[in-house]
């Protein structure tokens, strides 16, 4: 049989191999590209304020912090809704420690979760439900637990993650950045923990997807000179 023959057959059964795939590459490229970066990660969604910090001799002496923590490994001075706070970092975890009092300011109860969540949040939805979850949803699987989660009734589904230790905004979600997700799932073919660029399965697909475009080259070239002869 003539190599043009063996062309068209090679490209035809590896299309129908990596075909869907390829479909899928080519639709997620396409999200990815077109959606700002900024958008999908929520910076609309919420605004953390960075307030001025008071001057240090109204404060507890950093060296009395010291002094309480002998296995502190890090601090940082802080506000925290409107207030002066010591971040103290140790080796038992992270305390909250007010920085005017001295005393323990930690960890995030329900009613200073609530008031973070309404102070960040930019949108004019209400709050919806606000839980302290011991287990992370997959939307937020790689953050540490226990989080705050508060969802408010907007379009999006709009979901801010809050850590109970420092405060702090763990995450933003929202409907755009869950199709996103989706399609970075299917775009990087780890269906489980949609982390691991370097997984076989992509490397395989990816040396499929590569034999189909070296078999439309070869294909390519009989159509060319077939059109020259006629």
Do not use: C
């Amino acid at each position: 049989m003539k190599p043009a023959f063996w062309a068209r057959r090679a490209h035809k059964w590896i299309a129908l191999v990596i075909g869907v795939q390829a479909l899928l590459w080519s639709i997620g490229g396409l999200y990815m590209t077109a959606m700002s970066i900024d958008f999908i990660h929520g910076d609309h969604l919420n605004h953390v304020a960075a307030e001025p910090l008071p001057k240090q001799g109204d404060l507890v002496d950093p060296a009395v912090i010291a002094a309480r923590y002998p296995a502190m490994n890090g601090f940082r001075l802080k506000r925290l809704l409107g207030e002066p706070i010591y971040e103290v970092h140790h080796a038992g975890g992270v305390d909250l420690v007010d920085a005017v009092t001295g005393r323990l300011s930690g960890p995030i109860d329900e009613e200073k979760a609530r008031q973070l969540a309404l102070s960040a949040y930019q949108g004019d939805a209400p709050l919806e439900s606000l839980q302290l979850l011991d287990k992370a949803p997959q939307e937020v699987g790689t953050r540490p637990v226990p989080m705050w989660q508060a969802r408010f009734g907007d379009s999006g589904n709009t979901a801010l993650y809050f850590s109970p230790q420092t405060g702090n905004l763990l995450a933003t979600r929202h409907t755009y950045w869950r199709v996103f997700d989706f399609l970075w799932m299917l775009h990087i073919m780890d269906y489980e923990q949609r982390s691991d660029v370097n997984n076989t399965l992509l490397r395989v697909a990816a040396s499929v997807a590569l034999l189909f475009m070296l078999s439309g080259v070869w294909l390519l070239f009989y159509s060319f000179r077939r059109r020259s002869a006629a």
